[in-house]
């Protein structure tokens, strides 16, 4: 559980870094009128691969972990209880909905029929779901504080 829970935690950057780079290379593309290139869609692939890797990972934790367990046994008392809400449903949901958001957004850069639609489809989709993450994220900073790493 230490160990994978570790993964989890440093996966994030990743995840984080590679959608700022899709997301920033997308706009660049989209207002700049540029063509949708072969390197735009693997970093865009690789983006999709790391939030997938990690929605594996996440669904590993899920059902290892102590907090989600302890949720899960009360889930009417849970529900009232901030901390043990977040676990047991507001970080799993947040996720999975950001992580289908960026599953749409290939699906719908794939399907523009111009270049600038490729970029835009890229740029919103994505743009949603690294709001969404950033929002579910336990920084340290928030009332469901974790460490940075
Ligand atoms: C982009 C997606 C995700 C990001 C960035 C993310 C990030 C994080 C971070 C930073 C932690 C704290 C790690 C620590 O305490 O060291 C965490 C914990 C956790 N995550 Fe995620 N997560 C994501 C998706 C998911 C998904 C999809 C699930 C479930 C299917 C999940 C389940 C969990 C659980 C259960 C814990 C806490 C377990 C415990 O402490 O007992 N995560 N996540």
């Given at each position: 559980m230490e160990m994978i829970l570790?993964?989890?935690?440093?996966?994030?950057?990743?995840?984080?870094?590679?959608?700022?780079?899709t997301i920033i290379k997308a706009f660049a593309g989209w207002f700049g009128n540029k063509e949708y290139t072969a390197s735009d869609n693997k970093l865009s692939l690789f983006t999709f691969i790391s939030a997938h890797l990690q929605l594996v990972v996440g669904l590993g934790v899920y059902?290892?972990?102590?907090?989600?367990?302890?949720g899960m046994s009360d889930m009417a008392a849970a529900m009232k209880e901030p901390v043990l809400r977040f676990w047991t449903v507001?970080?799993?949901?947040?996720?999975?909905?950001?992580?289908?958001?960026?599953?749409?957004?290939?699906?719908?850069?794939?399907?523009?029929?111009?270049?600038?639609?490729?970029?835009?489809?890229?740029?919103?989709y994505y743009l949603l779901a690294l709001v969404l993450i950033f929002s579910a994220i336990p920084w340290?900073?928030?009332?469901?504080?974790?460490?940075?790493?």
């Open positions: 570790m993964i989890h935690s440093l996966l994030r950057y990743v995840i984080l870094i590679l959608l700022v780079f059902f290892m972990s102590p907090v989600v367990k302890a507001e970080h799993i949901l947040s996720m999975i909905v950001a992580i289908a958001i960026i599953t749409l957004g290939r699906i719908m850069s794939k399907k523009g029929t111009t270049d600038a639609a490729k970029h835009r489809r890229i740029a919103i340290p900073f928030s009332a469901v504080a974790r460490p940075w790493f």
